[in-house]
């Protein structure tokens, strides 16, 4: 990935789930810090170490599950419904058909 990266094949270096001790090993003896490291980061596990970790380095965390405890807030947005119009109405598809012609 780093010859990639230095003849302009990539415009980033990405690697997932090292954590601290990890990262700071591939870190200390890689040429290219990776620029984003994919982890699993919510409410419940916020990572706040690998967090300070990673900004000495100059590394973005990508969470990897960052909806946990939203989940039910979420599915309480749910209408059911579309944004637009109903493609399943008659009224509508008849609309359109006395449109169409």
Known sequence: ME???KDGKVR????????PDRFIDIATF??????????????????KTAKS???KYGTQIE????????????EALDT???????HYDPQTVAWFMSVAK
């Open 3 to 5: 010859e990639a990266y």
């Open 30 to 47: 890689c040429e290219v810090v990776p620029a984003v490291n994919q982890i699993e980061t919510h409410l419940f596990q916020q990572q």
């Open 53 to 55: 970790v990673m900004q």
């Open 63 to 74: 969470s990897r599950g960052p909806f946990a405890e939203d989940m039910e807030k979420l």
């Open 80 to 86: 059911a419904h579309g944004l637009f119009f109903s």
């Open 12 to 19: 980033a270096i990405v690697v997932s789930n090292f954590y």
